[in-house]
């Protein structure tokens, strides 16, 4: 409770946002109405693959999620790579660093990592990999966090409210 009072007296809206890349991202995907799913973390990972139109999708051995993107999107391929989104509980450094080397993500790649106010060991986790140089737009939401590795951004962090 504590965790969700901080965010929200750190958190803005879209209006608060400098960057157009973000603006549009949080006006077009994660403000439209539309509710394709009642778990906020689910609902955030299909809004944004419609947003982007995503294709290639990596839920981390998440069957239950890939159902669920399945029937909402049937022609969504699975561990293709590289991954326009990756869905995960947990990516630390060290993962997201084998991630980039191995190819599996490319300048418009996003990641969303699910829950990161949920313990203090995914905070830490968040925090540190938002501190990586190579990840230039991060959105802390409270329910998950998004990252993007866009070269021609300049670093920034946001805070928005959904």
């Not at 299909?46 to 069957?63: E, G, Q």
Request: hydrophobic content about 40%; proline content about 3%.
């Amino acid at each position: 409770m504590f965790s969700y009072v901080k965010f929200l007296f750190k958190s803005t809206n879209a209006h608060g946002v400098h960057s157009p890349f973000v603006f549009q991202y949080v006006t077009q995907c994660l403000y439209v109405r539309k509710r394709f799913h009642r778990d906020k973390s689910i609902n955030i990972l299909l809004k944004s693959i419609a947003y982007f139109k995503a294709n290639n999708i990596h839920l981390t051995h998440n069957v239950p999620v890939q159902k669920i993107v399945s029937h909402v999107f049937p022609n969504a391929h699975f561990e293709t790579e590289p991954s326009d989104i990756i869905y995960t509980d947990l990516l630390d450094t060290a993962r997201f660093e084998e991630l980039l080397s191995k190819g599996k993500l490319h300048n418009d790649s996003m990641v969303l990592m699910k829950g990161i106010h949920q313990n203090e060991k995914k905070i830490e986790a968040w925090k540190t990999l938002i501190a990586s140089p190579k990840i230039t737009v991060s959105i802390d939401m409270f329910h998950c966090g998004a990252i993007f590795i866009r070269k021609e951004q300049v670093k920034e962090h946001f805070t928005i409210r959904i």
